[in-house]
């Protein structure tokens, strides 16, 4: 085990962290795209229940991803500081913890799908189909939440391409399987919207065997999960005082894109259409801000573990130029383009134009959300998850929704617009400040 992040040229590692994360992260988003496009197939009611579904998998993906902001935390600053035997212990009990918070969420899920769909507001003759894909998804969330937690761990030790890989694989999986498994194929009976959820499973447990290959074999962090029941206790009190708090950040975007939408809806189904195309191509854009602020996670952790402190500072500067960069790029590019490219999407003239105005509005306030996310990571990455909350919160509802709420009534679905735009350059500037005092609160680097 080698803090390789410590030590070599900033840039290059930044970029070749960043490189395989942005890879995997549009890799997932084109193969979803095909998984709707399959279950399109089968019918608009088929359809429909899968888009009941959709708040679920967010909800499960944010326990993983908050014990995988943990993971990552703990390992990297361990390993920066070379403390080996805690790289394995924190790297096993979050996987031990991780798997049992699975096997309680299967159970809760598998005897709650009709009350829950219901209380979601599901037609009740749509419960048997959201029933027939929920009972084999629910079975298979330890297939899902242990691969994202073993890639947290693997990302922390500086490997983000075997994560992207099998990001990539897991797409790729999907969109093989999906075919075969609705449709059926050969000996392979047709299962309809069931079948679509059998081949998530599939290629999801292909994703747990890899991930905990690779930590067990190339990395050997995997020890006994059988320790004294007091020090197991105290492992999980650490690991769940940071990944708490990183839960709760992972369900504000959501929360907030619910309120957002409702808010947008009362200006017309053209509107929300609009706002939707909107949307998706800023998260397009965004995959590489994505990319850069992942990089930060293990390389902050490393160099925080070795009190490199130096290399942070560099690695921040260097990160929010990158995101600047692309930033002003890609708002050139939808200045004069911006139409041409939402008619890919819908050609609806109405829907070209209020989707188009989206882009021009919020494309360049992405910086201040780019700076924000840079900060986020940055503060996880060392264990500080209840600043990234913080910051998260008086973005979005201490400054987001209440604007949108008051803009939205003035310039009607514009004023909503406006909202995010101001919303996210003073997220920026709170983020900034908050890595600002953090950064000034390092002391020097400490003697090689």
Same mark, same amino acid.
Request: proline content about 5%; aromatic content about 12%; some cysteine.
């Given at each position: 085990?080698?803090?390789?992040?410590?030590?070599?040229?900033?840039?290059?590692?930044?970029?070749?962290?960043?490189? &395989?994360?942005?890879?995997?992260?549009?890799?997932?988003? /084109?193969?979803?795209? *095909?998984?709707?496009?399959?279950?399109?197939?089968?019918?608009?009611?088929?359809?429909?229940?899968?888009?009941?579904?959709?708040?679920?998998?967010?909800?499960?993906?944010?326990?993983?991803?908050?014990?995988? /902001?943990?993971?990552?935390?703990? @390992?990297?600053?361990?390993?920066?500081?070379?403390?080996?035997?805690?790289?394995?212990?924190?790297?096993?009990?979050?996987?031990?913890?991780?798997?049992?918070?699975?096997?309680? +969420?299967?159970?809760?899920?598998?005897?709650?799908?009709?009350?829950?769909?219901?209380?979601?507001?599901?037609?009740?003759?749509?419960?048997?189909?959201?029933?027939?894909?929920?009972? %084999?998804?629910?079975?298979?969330?330890?297939?899902?939440?242990? &691969?994202?937690?073993?890639?947290?761990?693997?990302?922390?030790?500086?490997?983000?391409?075997?994560?992207?890989?099998?990001?990539?694989?897991?797409?790729?999986?999907?969109?093989?399987?999906?075919?075969?498994?609705?449709?059926? $194929?050969?000996?392979? &009976?047709?299962?309809?919207?069931?079948?679509?959820?059998?081949?998530?499973?599939?290629?999801?447990?292909?994703?747990?065997?890899?991930? %905990?290959? %690779?930590?067990?074999?190339?990395?050997?962090?995997?020890?006994?999960?059988?320790?004294?029941?007091?020090?197991?206790?105290?492992?999980?009190?650490?690991?769940?005082?940071?990944?708490?708090?990183?839960?709760?950040?992972?369900?504000?975007?959501?929360?907030?894109?619910? *309120?957002?939408?409702?808010?947008?809806?009362?200006?017309?189904? /053209?509107?929300?259409?609009?706002?939707? @195309?909107?949307?998706?191509?800023?998260?397009?854009?965004?995959?590489?801000?994505?990319?850069?602020? !992942?990089?930060?996670?293990?390389? %902050?952790?490393?160099?925080?573990?070795?009190?490199?402190?130096?290399?942070?500072?560099?690695?921040?500067?260097?990160?929010?130029?990158?995101?600047?960069?692309?930033?002003?790029?890609?708002?050139?590019?939808?200045?004069?383009?911006?139409?041409?490219?939402?008619?890919?999407?819908?050609?609806?003239?109405?829907?070209?134009?209020?989707?188009?105005?989206?882009?021009?509005?919020?494309? $360049?306030?992405?910086?201040?959300?780019?700076?924000?996310?840079?900060?986020?990571?940055?503060?996880?990455?060392?264990?500080?998850?209840?600043?990234? +909350?913080?910051?998260?919160?008086?973005?979005?509802?201490?400054?987001?929704? &209440?604007?949108?709420?008051?803009?939205?009534?003035?310039?009607?679905?514009?004023? /909503?617009?406006?909202?995010?735009?101001? !919303?996210?350059?003073?997220?920026?500037?709170?983020?900034?400040?908050?890595?600002?005092?953090?950064?000034?609160?390092?002391?020097?680097?400490?003697? !090689?």
């Amino acid at each position: 085990m080698k803090a390789r992040l410590t030590q070599g040229d900033i840039g290059s590692q930044l970029v070749s962290l960043a490189g &395989p994360m942005i890879f995997g992260v549009f890799s997932i988003i /084109i193969f979803n795209l *095909v998984d709707t496009y399959y279950i399109g197939k089968l019918g608009h009611r088929e359809l429909a229940a899968v888009a009941f579904t959709f708040p679920i998998p967010l909800m499960v993906g944010a326990v993983a991803f908050g014990i995988g /902001i943990a993971a990552t935390s703990f @390992v990297s600053m361990a390993l920066g500081s070379g403390r080996s035997d805690e790289v394995s212990r924190y790297a096993t009990d979050s996987l031990s913890m991780v798997v049992i918070l699975g096997v309680i +969420l299967v159970i809760v899920g598998e005897l709650t799908i009709e009350p829950l769909f219901l209380f979601m507001g599901a037609p009740k003759d749509l419960i048997p189909l959201i029933a027939e894909y929920m009972r %084999v998804w629910y079975l298979s969330i330890p297939l899902i939440v242990v &691969p994202m937690t073993g890639n947290s761990v693997i990302r922390a030790m500086g490997n983000t391409k075997f994560p992207a890989m099998v990001m990539a694989v897991a797409g790729l999986g999907n969109f093989i399987f999906d075919p075969i498994f609705i449709f059926g $194929f050969g000996p392979i &009976p047709a299962m309809g919207l069931q079948g679509a959820a059998v081949a998530t499973a599939l290629s999801r447990f292909f994703t747990l065997i890899a991930a %905990v290959y %690779v930590l067990k074999k190339k990395y050997n962090v995997l020890t006994s999960p059988f320790i004294p029941i007091k020090k197991l206790l105290d492992n999980w009190r650490k690991i769940t005082q940071v990944a708490f708090p990183a839960f709760l950040n992972n369900l504000v975007n959501p929360i907030a894109m619910l *309120v957002l939408t409702k808010l947008v809806a009362s200006h017309g189904e /053209i509107v929300v259409a609009g706002f939707g @195309v909107g949307t998706r191509i800023e998260a397009l854009f965004s995959i590489v801000l994505i990319g850069i602020a !992942a990089s930060l996670s293990p390389f %902050v952790g490393q160099n925080y573990g070795a009190k490199k402190y130096s290399r942070i500072k560099t690695a921040l500067f260097m990160a929010n130029k990158y995101s600047s960069i692309w930033i002003f790029i890609c708002g050139l590019l939808l200045m004069f383009f911006s139409k041409n490219l939402v008619s890919v999407f819908n050609d609806n003239p109405k829907v070209i134009e209020v989707a188009s105005t989206y882009l021009k509005i919020m494309i $360049f306030s992405i910086i201040g959300l780019a700076l924000m996310q840079n900060s986020v990571a940055s503060h996880n990455s060392i264990g500080k998850s209840k600043t990234s +909350l913080l910051i998260n919160l008086l973005r979005i509802f201490v400054i987001h929704i &209440p604007l949108a709420v008051m803009l939205g009534s003035l310039y009607s679905y514009e004023g /909503i617009y406006w909202a995010g735009f101001i !919303a996210n350059i003073l997220g920026g500037l709170i983020g900034t400040a908050f890595l600002v005092k953090l950064v000034k609160s390092f002391p020097e680097d400490s003697p !090689a």
